[in-house]
């Protein structure tokens, strides 16, 4: 197996096509791959104002961007996988009240699992990407770190928490060592025609992030009318399906009270919304399950972490404590608002990602 052969997924935006570029530069031989995932109808998927990674015009972008840097360049069909792994659960969870995150599933399931086997096949010895993140070696231990990217505005260590130890000795993060600025200055300088391409947070596969329409042509019975509750379980107004909330949701309720109303609770099996005052969505604990170790040890005493509940949440002191069933549970030192189950929570010691798992 070559050292020096790197497979590259390029998403057809600028932080991809750096990455390449990076390794380009560094000596390595590139193999540039765009992951199909699009699974949606054809004229969306031929829709440039799709988002990275999805649809016709991201592909075309990643084939320029190849062709610019002089690397071999293809595309994998990966829409069946991503269907049924990916975008089947974000439908079912959200059935269930809960709000996931797709990005994490998808890293962790499609993008460095397929990667990793489409690598072994040609002989490259590692797959890149273009996240804001690094990994570091131990040269005592030999065990691989994930940590933060260089630049904190745009660090995606979050989205990461599942990668295992034997995925890290194969993984390059080229970028995580870059601010976002000097990679738009090196793909200006490089003539890539990605180079101002504008980026999104939003879910890529959802075209304008109309995620409501998406979801009521898959789920239709989601969207019953049911009650929106105070705490103490009287009947304050209705919703038109529990897809439209989310907890700490202020928006949309429609409902007349001396105070502001937020989301405290989806119940989907009643059918339910539960409201009340925004102190009522601070809470010290939760409990998380699906734990991954960056480390690949699993903790069997309470520590002391920062702990992240949401991709832009400031990380929070906590203690960790490990349950007989495999999960955690996080005693926050301050109260959190609007803890949400389906979300990620991570932990960190400093710059460096122990792991995670999803907030149940």
């Given amino acids: 197996m070559a050292k020096n052969k790197v497979v590259v997924a390029m998403s057809g935006g600028v932080d991809s096509s750096v990455a390449?570029?990076?390794?380009?530069?560094?000596?390595?031989?590139?193999?540039?791959?765009?992951?199909?995932?699009?699974?949606?109808?054809?004229?969306?998927?031929?829709?440039?104002?799709?988002?990275?990674?999805?649809?016709?015009?991201?592909?075309?972008?990643?084939?320029?961007?190849?062709?610019?840097?002089?690397?071999?360049?293809?595309?994998?069909?990966?829409?069946?996988?991503?269907?049924?792994?990916?975008?089947?659960?974000?439908?079912?969870?959200?059935?269930?009240?809960?709000?996931?995150?797709?990005?994490?599933?998808?890293?962790?399931?499609?993008?460095?699992?397929?990667?990793?086997?489409?690598?072994?096949?040609?002989?490259?010895?590692?797959v890149a990407t273009g996240h804001y993140t690094c990994v570091v070696q131990d040269p005592r231990s030999g065990s691989f770190s994930l940590k933060k990217g260089v630049d904190r505005e745009k660090d995606q260590s979050y989205f990461l928490f599942t990668l295992t130890q034997k995925q890290l000795s194969h993984v390059l993060f080229p970028v995580g060592e870059f601010t976002k600025a000097e990679i738009r200055k090196k793909a200006r300088e490089w003539n890539l025609p990605v180079a101002q391409r504008s980026e999104s947070q939003e879910i890529c596969f959802i075209k304008d992030n109309e995620y409501v329409d998406f979801l009521r042509k898959r789920i239709p019975e989601s969207f019953r009318s049911g009650p929106i509750v105070n705490s103490e379980g009287r009947v304050l107004g209705h919703h038109n399906g529990i897809?439209?909330?989310?907890?700490?949701?202020?928006?949309?309720?429609?409902?007349?009270?001396?105070?502001?109303?937020?989301?405290?609770?989806?119940?989907?099996?009643?059918?339910?919304?539960?409201?009340?005052?925004?102190?009522?969505?601070?809470?010290?604990?939760?409990?998380?399950d699906n734990i991954n170790w960056i480390s690949g040890t699993p903790l069997d005493s309470a520590i002391a972490a920062k702990a992240r509940i949401r991709y832009k949440h400031k990380e929070a002191q906590a203690l960790l404590t490990p349950l007989d069933s495999g999960g955690?549970?996080?005693?926050?030192?301050?109260?959190?608002?609007?803890?949400?189950?389906?979300?990620?929570?991570?932990?960190?010691?400093?710059?460096?990602?122990?792991?995670?798992?999803?907030i149940s």
Wanted: hydrophobic letters at 40%.
């Fill in 20 to 126: 390449a570029g990076l390794l380009v530069e560094q000596g390595y031989e590139v193999v540039g791959v765009t992951l199909d995932l699009f699974s949606g109808p054809e004229t969306d998927s031929l829709d440039g104002d799709l988002k990275e990674g999805c649809g016709w015009g991201a592909a075309q972008d990643a084939v320029r961007a190849a062709s610019e840097l002089g690397i071999s360049h293809t595309v994998m069909d990966l829409k069946a996988s991503f269907e049924s792994l990916v975008v089947s659960n974000f439908v079912k969870e959200y059935s269930l009240g809960r709000t996931p995150n797709p990005c994490i599933r998808c890293n962790k399931l499609i993008k460095f699992d397929r990667l990793l086997e489409r690598a072994k096949k040609i002989g490259a010895s590692h």
């Fill in 243 to 288: 897809i439209h909330f989310t907890v700490g949701q202020r928006k949309g309720l429609r409902i007349s009270a001396p105070h502001p109303l937020y989301v405290l609770a989806i119940d989907a099996a009643q059918n339910e919304i539960v409201v009340g005052r925004n102190d009522l969505l601070y809470t010290r604990n939760l409990i998380a």
């Fill in 328 to 358: 955690i549970r996080v005693e926050f030192e301050k109260p959190q608002r609007a803890v949400t189950p389906g979300q990620a929570v991570v932990f960190y010691e400093g710059d460096v990602v122990l792991g995670g798992g999803t």
